[in-house]
């Protein structure tokens, strides 16, 4: 079974700076998409990015990028210039492509602050 | 284009009384999702469904919970004889076509508090 792994229960950093969150998964299938999403405070998930496994490009998205890192089955985020708007609960998840039900698998979650 | 809708936003229920949770998903959006959230967790998979089938059902439990997507009108999540163990954030997602290429949008979410 696909696990995911979030190892950093509560990370701060000040506003302007960057920020690294980590993700680890468990996987035998070659082929999946990864995931980050943010839950602020409204509760609402928002994607933030998305990484497909067959791609070796790391995915970015204005302030936010990834390191995949497949070998190692590792998919960090990386906050540039981080905003008070950036405050919130952060996710990292795995979907298997060749899972019929298109799953979702989510870690337990990363409570990033970013203080002024 | 509107997103991903649910509702109630909250929903409080006493022990052994029905829950019934809607989701409208996003428009040209034909699979949705259903996920709970317990407290300080991370989201678990429930079920996906497309239009009037279910396809997979592995994260539901057992007993009183069930879910259809009905050929018109919403999604819904029905929890029977609820007990406090239910009291979580049932969120709801949409993609338009195939799960394996296509993102999952989420709703805001559904509080469910049980007395």
């Known amino acids: 079974a696909q696990t995911v792994t979030q190892s950093q229960p509560e990370m701060s950093v000040q506003e302007a700076e960057t920020v690294t969150l980590s993700c680890t998964y468990d996987t035998s299938e070659s082929n999946y998409y990864l995931f980050w999403y943010k839950q602020p405070p409204s509760r609402q998930m928002i994607l933030v990015i998305r990484?497909?496994?067959?791609?070796?490009q790391n995915a970015t998205e204005n302030r936010f990028s990834v390191n995949f890192q497949k070998a190692a089955k590792s998919f960090s985020l990386k906050i540039s210039d981080s905003q008070l708007g950036d405050t919130a609960m952060y996710f990292c998840?795995?979907?298997?492509?060749?899972?019929?039900?298109?799953?979702?698998?989510f870690g337990q979650g990363t409570e990033l602050s970013v203080k002024p | 284009n509107a997103g991903v809708m649910q509702n109630p936003r909250h929903l409080v229920r006493r022990r052994g009384q029905e829950a019934r949770l809607r989701c409208s998903p996003m428009?040209?959006?034909?699979?949705v999702y259903w996920y709970r959230q317990l407290p300080e967790e991370g989201l678990k998979f429930m079920v996906y469904l497309q239009k009037e089938n279910i396809i997979d059902e592995s994260g539901m439990p057992k007993e009183r919970f069930s879910a259809e997507f009905p050929k018109e009108g919403p999604s819904i999540l029905r929890i029977q004889q609820v007990v406090r163990g239910d009291s979580a954030a049932y969120f709801c997602?949409?993609?338009?076509?195939?799960?394996?290429?296509?993102?999952?949008?989420f709703g805001p979410g559904t509080r469910l508090t049980v007395l």
């Open positions: 428009k040209g959006h034909s699979h």
């Open positions: 990484q497909e496994a067959y791609k070796q």
């Open positions: 997602a949409s993609s338009p076509t195939s799960p394996r290429t296509d993102t999952q949008y």
């Open positions: 998840a795995f979907m298997n492509v060749y899972n019929q039900g298109g799953k979702l698998i």
